[in-house]
């Protein structure tokens, strides 16, 4: 089984896809991991840290193929291989392709899978790690292009190769989702649907919320838009510039990462088209929509617009569309006719959808 990670810099995929090789052996399977980037340093010592994207494209280029040579030499040998790399880079050289083609038949991955994470975390990674400037806007366009540009190589090559897009997760990491989905391909793929912005103040509902993702994640591969949250960037630069402030604090990667309240500003546009865009990628990629409509404090049930529209579109994708729904109140026929079925609690769910998701898996084969 070959595996290739792509991923903006930024991402530390090397960490994450590291966890994800010491769970798969916990699970007695044994899984090489080639981080391009490491070896590409090891084969030229004499390019500082942080450094390789400021050397020449020309010797860039000849640096990757030869490393990649080495890589399709290791695939022929290794049981299972995940290959670290990105599908394209922005930087001073501008936008630019991090792979070539050739190579990449002869690999012949069995899966690609493009790692993202939030715009804070990616920002404040990149300002501890390299010297190159960038703003907000550069890191979100440059995660989409990574996106499509994997996308693309990915199909171009063979049509039939299974992509996904996956995030790192933020309070909780995701290393669980991908190995279940390179080892365990038959265990049901499922999108979580919920409110986010409209229960964003209501902490009873956001710990309903929470519960609710918890068990999911325990039986399914699951796609969570909670993963990647970063909707409410633009509510708070504005709540900060009308505190007089020209900067926004937020909380990431163990501590506070400081953001320009004008470069939140100018990527709100870019945060919400990629959000509605993303959203309905990743019910694409999955088997069936769970949707938890949590009740508020009033006893009205919390469905927000783009709730509604998650649904109508598993629907119009013909995914199984799956919905708890605990208020009294009754389901609006926008709800109950593009549901395959609708439940009264999260428990009914989990006894319900028990046969669709399998059994956790105790050892490798």
Same mark, same amino acid.
């Given at each position: 089984?070959?595996?290739?990670?792509?991923?903006?810099?930024?991402?530390?995929?090397?960490?994450?896809?590291?966890?994800? $090789?010491?769970?798969?052996?916990?699970?007695?399977?044994?899984?090489?991991?080639?981080?391009?980037?490491?070896?590409?340093?090891?084969?030229?010592? +004499?390019?500082?840290?942080?450094?390789?994207? +400021?050397?020449?494209?020309?010797?860039?280029? #000849?640096?990757?193929?030869?490393?990649?040579?080495?890589?399709?030499?290791?695939?022929?040998?290794?049981?299972?291989?995940?290959?670290?790399?990105?599908?394209?880079?922005?930087?001073?050289?501008?936008?630019?392709?991090?792979?070539?083609?050739?190579?990449?038949?002869?690999?012949?991955?069995?899966?690609?899978? $493009?790692?993202?994470?939030?715009?804070?975390?990616?920002?404040?990674?990149?300002?501890? =790690?390299?010297?190159?400037?960038?703003? !907000?806007?550069? !890191?979100?366009?440059?995660?989409?292009?990574?996106?499509?540009?994997?996308?693309?190589? $990915?199909?171009?090559?063979?049509?039939?190769?299974?992509?996904?897009?996956?995030?790192?997760?933020?309070?909780?990491?995701?290393?669980?989702?991908?190995?279940?989905?390179?080892?365990?391909? +038959?265990?049901?793929? /499922?999108?979580?649907?919920?409110?986010?912005?409209?229960?964003?103040?209501?902490?009873?509902?956001?710990? =309903?919320?929470?519960?609710?993702?918890?068990?999911?994640?325990?039986?399914?591969?699951?796609?969570?838009?909670?993963?990647?949250?970063?909707?409410?960037?633009?509510?708070?630069?504005?709540?900060?510039? /009308?505190?007089?402030?020209?900067?926004?604090?937020?909380?990431?990667?163990?501590?506070?990462?400081? !953001? /320009?309240?004008? =470069? &939140?500003?100018?990527?709100?546009?870019?945060?919400?088209?990629?959000?509605?865009?993303?959203?309905?990628?990743?019910?694409?990629?999955?088997?069936?929509?769970?949707?938890?409509?949590?009740?508020?404090?009033?006893?009205?049930?919390?469905?927000?617009?783009?709730? =509604?529209?998650?649904?109508?579109?598993?629907?119009?994708?013909?995914?199984?569309?799956?919905?708890?729904?605990?208020?009294?109140?009754?389901?609006?026929?926008? &709800?109950?006719?593009?549901?395959?079925?609708?439940?009264?609690?999260?428990?009914?769910?989990?006894?319900?959808?028990?046969?669709?998701?399998?059994?956790?898996?105790?050892? #490798?084969?």
């Amino acid at each position: 089984m070959i595996i290739a990670v792509t991923g903006m810099v930024g991402l530390n995929k090397k960490a994450y896809l590291e966890r994800v $090789c010491a769970l798969a052996r916990s699970r007695g399977r044994q899984v090489a991991l080639c981080n391009v980037g490491d070896m590409m340093y090891a084969e030229a010592p +004499d390019i500082r840290p942080g450094r390789i994207l +400021d050397i020449s494209l020309k010797r860039l280029h #000849g640096l990757r193929r030869s490393v990649f040579k080495d890589i399709i030499a290791t695939s022929r040998r290794a049981e299972n291989l995940i290959v670290n790399t990105h599908a394209t880079f922005r930087w001073r050289h501008g936008l630019f392709p991090a792979v070539d083609f050739d190579q990449m038949r002869q690999l012949g991955a069995d899966m690609y899978v $493009c790692l993202l994470d939030g715009v804070v975390a990616l920002h404040g990674r990149l300002l501890a =790690e390299h010297t190159a400037e960038h703003s !907000l806007k550069d !890191l979100i366009v440059w995660r989409e292009e990574e996106m499509i540009g994997t996308e693309m190589l $990915c199909k171009g090559i063979d049509e039939s190769t299974p992509f996904y897009s996956l995030a790192v997760g933020t309070a909780e990491e995701t290393a669980e989702a991908f190995y279940r989905l390179v080892f365990e391909p +038959d265990r049901p793929k /499922a999108y979580l649907s919920f409110p986010m912005t409209a229960v964003a103040h209501l902490s009873g509902v956001r710990a =309903e919320i929470e519960r609710f993702r918890g068990r999911m994640k325990q039986r399914f591969i699951c796609f969570d838009p909670g993963d990647l949250e970063e909707s409410d960037l633009p509510h708070l630069a504005r709540r900060a510039q /009308a505190e007089g402030r020209d900067y926004v604090e937020i909380a990431a990667l163990g501590g506070h990462v400081r !953001l /320009a309240v004008d =470069e &939140v500003l100018q990527i709100e546009r870019d945060i919400n088209s990629q959000i509605y865009a993303r959203d309905f990628l990743l019910i694409d990629q999955a088997d069936m929509i769970v949707s938890f409509i949590p009740t508020l404090p009033d006893g009205r049930a919390s469905i927000s617009s783009g709730v =509604e529209r998650e649904l109508q579109h598993a629907h119009e994708a013909a995914r199984e569309v799956y919905v708890i729904w605990p208020a009294r109140q009754t389901p609006s026929v926008f &709800v109950t006719q593009t549901a395959t079925r609708v439940f009264r609690s999260v428990d009914e769910a989990m006894e319900a959808l028990a046969p669709h998701g399998a059994r956790p898996e105790r050892g #490798g084969s």
